[in-house]
T-cell receptor
Framework: GAVVSQHPSRVICKSGTSVKIECRSLDFQATTMFWYRQFPKQSLMLMATSNEGSKATYEQGVEKDKFLINHASLTLSTLTVTSAHPEDSSFYIC?????????????FGEGSRLTVL | AQKVTQAQTEISVVEKEDVTLDCVYETRDTTYYLFWYKQPPSGELVFLIRRNSFDEQNEISGRYSWNFQKSTSSFNFTITASQVVDSAVYFC??????????FGQGTTLQVKP
């Protein structure tokens, strides 16, 4: 089956630094990927829709300058948390939909746990 | 507005008991998709099932079964003869043709030996 991979799975950084998380579709091309954030013991909340070759679409309340999304190729989307602060500590997870796949068929990455000290 | 409600925050059962996790959704779309995911302590989301709005057939997969009732906007999940390995957080989610998912708050299931 289709596989989506995220890297790194865990990252610890100092406050003020920027962190990049990658989301790759390993065996299919994904024109659209989605980024979610999950705080401890909470649900997953959609942050943004990443569109290959164009700007990401952010959900209400998500700072686009804080969470930079780049979808430069059909197999890779990156989420950069800029000037990270402890409140950005969270579990970030991406999903992708293969083109031509049945609508609603989605594949999730393994998630990336960010801890900001 | 789209919304998913999982009213049960935590459920604790003893192994071999049956358990049903409730999910109620709201949407104005005529075409939509319902999902159940399992999230073990390691964090990854494990896909369990996807249902589209035109398919109200109930489904059984091993010890898992799902009851989709459009009349009550519910998509409940039953685990029969629960096992300790079933302990996890279970999320119900609602999706549209855009691919975006709206997740419920999750139900933490603890199965005790």
């Amino acid at each position: 089956g289709a596989v989506v991979s995220q890297h790194p799975s865990r990252v610890i950084c100092k406050s003020g630094t920027s962190v990049k998380i990658e989301c790759r579709s390993l065996d299919f091309q994904a024109t659209t990927m989605f980024w979610y954030r999950q705080f401890p013991k909470q649900s997953l909340m959609l942050m943004a829709t990443s569109n290959e070759g164009s700007k990401a679409t952010y959900e209400q309340g998500v700072e686009k300058d804080k969470f930079l999304i780049n979808h430069a190729s059909l197999t890779l989307s990156t989420l950069t948390v800029t000037s990270a602060h402890p409140e950005d500590s969270s579990f970030y997870i991406c999903s992708a939909r293969a083109p031509g796949a049945n609508t609603g068929e989605l594949f999730f990455g393994e998630g990336s746990r960010l801890t900001v000290l | 507005a789209q919304k998913v409600t999982q009213a049960q925050t935590e459920i604790s059962v003893v192994e071999k008991e049956d358990v049903t996790l409730d999910c109620v959704y709201e949407t104005r779309d005529t075409t939509y998709y319902l999902f159940w995911y399992k999230q073990p302590p390691s964090g990854e989301l494990v896909f369990l099932i996807r249902r589209n709005s035109f398919d109200e057939q109930n489904e059984i997969s091993g010890r898992y079964s799902w009851n989709f009732q459009k009349s009550t906007s519910s998509f409940n999940f039953t685990i029969t003869a629960s096992q300790v390995v079933d302990s996890a957080v279970y999320f119900c989610a609602l999706g549209s043709n855009t691919g975006k998912l709206i997740f419920g708050q999750g139900t933490t299931l603890q199965v005790k030996p």
